[in-house]
C-alpha cells in the first residue's frame, strides 16, 4: 500500500506522468549486490555478441548449420522458455473462470513474468534469424501461406502479448494513478483472459505440431503425432513450477511487499498448485508410457539415446510426480520446491531433446552451441530479470491495489 501511495505522491509533486516517470528512473534498492554485479558484465558481453551478430552475421557467432538450422536460441529461449510462461494461463483460468479467488494475490506476478517471457523470448526469435526483417512475412503469410503452422503460431504469439499486456495493464494504471483509465482497462480484464487462454493453448499446441514435420530428424523415442498436445500438457505443470520457484525468490528478495494475510494464505495456495501439478504430470506421463508401448520403442532403450530418454522420463519426470503426490498427502513445502526445481528441469531437458540434442542426433558433426550462444541466452534471461525487478519495486505487483482502484472492479 506504502508503494502505491508514494507513486500518487510524486505524481502531485511533479505535476504531469512525465515527471513521475523521471523520478521513477532513478534506483531503488542497494545497487551493488551480489546479482547486479555478477549479470551486468554477462549483458555487456551479451550486447557485444549481439553487436557483432547483426555487423558479421549469424555464422561469425553460432554454430547453427543448413541441417540444424534451430540453435540454443531457439530451442531455450522460444520452445522452452514459452512452457514455463504457461503458469500465466493457468492461473487466470482459476482466477476468473473458475472463480478461486485465494490464486488472486500471485496473479498479476505471474501475469508479468509470462508476458516479459514472451517478450524477451521475441527478442531472441529475431536475433536467431537469419534475416531478422523477413519476420513480418510470418504475420502477413508470405513465403509460407496463411495455412502454414508458422503462420498460426505468429499470430497466436503476437496476439497473446497483447491480451497478457491487456490484462497487466490496470497494475500500470494504478501505478501512473489513471483512474478512468483504470476503470475501462478492468472492464476489458475478462474478456482478455478468456482470449488469452485460448490463443495460450493453441499457442503452445502449435509449437509441437512444429515439429511434426520433423519425423525423419527427431529420435524416435521423442517424436510422436501427438506432440502439440503432449506440449499443452507440460506448459501446465511447467509454468507451475516456475510459479512455485519465482514465488520462494521474490519472498526473499521482496519480503516487505507482501501482505500479512496473504503470507498466510501462501501455503495453502502452494499446496494446491501441487496438486495441480500432480495431475497434470500423471496425465502426461500415462501418455508417454502409452505412446512407449504403441509405437514400440523399447528397441531403443539399450542405447545411449535410450539410456538419456530414461534419465527424462524417470528422473525428471516420474520423481517430481512422487514428490508433487506425496506432498499433496503429507504437507512439506521443502518438498514442493525441490520437486518444482525438478520438474523445471525436466520439461527443459524434454524441450531441448526435441529441438537440439534428439533432433539429427545421427548427424556426422552434431551440433553444439557456441560460447557465444550461451552468454546471448543467460544474457537475454539477466535483462529480463532487471525489468522484472524494476516493475515489482515501482508498480502493484505483489502489493495491494490502492482503495480507489479496489471501488473500479
Known amino acids: 500500500m506504502r508503494q502505491n501511495t508514494d507513486s500518487v505522491a510524486l505524481n502531485q509533486r511533479n505535476g504531469s506522468i512525465w515527471g513521475f516517470l523521471w523520478q521513477e528512473m532513478k534506483p531503488k534498492g542497494k545497487i551493488f549486490t551480489p546479482f547486479n554485479i555478477i549479470s551486468l558484465p554477462i549483458i555487456l558481453v551479451g550486447l ?21 538450422p534451430w540453435g540454443l536460441w531457439k530451442g531455450f529461449n522460444v ?39 514472451y517478450v524477451f523470448y521475441s527478442i531472441a526469435l529475431i536475433i536467431d534469424l537469419g534475416r531478422p526483417l523477413d519476420i513480418i512475412n510470418i504475420v502477413i503469410g508470405n513465403n509460407f501461406g496463411v495455412s502454414s503452422v508458422m503462420f498460426l503460431v505468429g499470430w497466436h504469439f503476437l496476439l497473446y502479448m497483447a491480451a497478457m499486456l491487456l490484462e497487466f495493464s490496470p497494475a500500470i494504471a494504478e501505478w501512473l494513478n489513471l483512474r478512468k483509465l483504470h476503470k475501462v482497462l478492468s472492464g476489458l480484464t475478462l474478456a482478455a483472459v478468456v482470449f488469452g487462454i485460448t490463443l495460450s493453448v493453441l499457442h503452445q499446441s502449435g509449437l509441437g505440431a512444429l515439429f511434426l514435420m520433423a519425423k525423419e530428424k527427431i529420435h524416435p ?11 499443452v500438457v507440460s506448459s501446465v505443470f511447467a509454468g507451475i513450477g516456475l510459479i512455485i520457484m519465482e514465488g520462494a525468490i521474490s519472498r526473499r528478495v521482496f519480503t516487505d ?21 500432480a495431475g497434470a504430470m500423471f496425465l502426461y506421463f500415462f501418455m508417454t508410457i502409452i505412446i512407449f508401448v504403441h509405437e514400440k520403442n523399447a528397441v531403443y532403450l539399450n542405447t545411449s539415446m535410450g539410456h538419456w530418454y530414461l534419465v527424462e522420463v524417470l528422473g525428471f519426470l516420474l520423481i ?28 527443459m531437458l524434454n524441450r531441448l531433446n526435441i529441438s537440439i540434442i534428439a533432433f539429427r542426433w545421427d548427424a556426422a558433426e552434431p551440433y553444439i552451441p557456441s560460447w557465444q550462444e550461451f552468454v546471448v541466452t543467460v544474457a537475454i534471461i539477466m535483462v529480463e530479470v532487471w525489468v522484472f525487478r524494476w516493475i515489482v519495486r515501482r508498480m502493484p505487483v505483489n502489493t495491494e491495489s490502492p482503495a480507489w482502484a479496489k471501488n473500479n472492479h
Open 320 to 347: 517430481p510426480l512422487i514428490m508433487f503426490c506425496y506432498s499433496c498427502v503429507k504437507y512439506n513445502i521443502v518438498v514442493i520446491r525441490i520437486a518444482a526445481i525438478l520438474t523445471l528441469i525436466g520439461v
Open 48 to 68: 557485444y555478441i549481439i553487436y557483432i551478430r547483426f555487423t558479421q552475421g549469424l555464422g561469425a557467432v553460432n554454430n547453427l548449420t543448413q541441417e540444424v
Open 79 to 117: 520452445v522452452t522458455g514459452v512452457a514455463f510462461a504457461g503458469g500465466a494461463y493457468v492461473l487466470a483460468f482459476l482466477v476468473y473462470i473458475l472463480n478461486l479467488k485465494r490464486f488472486k494475490p500471485i496473479l498479476r506476478v505471474t501475469i508479468l513474468n509470462g508476458f516479459l517471457a
Open 257 to 277: 511487499q507482501f501482505p500479512p494475510k496473504e503470507k498466510d494464505n501462501y501455503p495453502q495456495i502452494l499446496q494446491t498448485l501441487a496438486q495441480i501439478s
Open 221 to 231: 523415442l521423442w517424436y510422436n503425432s501427438y506432440m502439440p498436445l503432449m506440449f
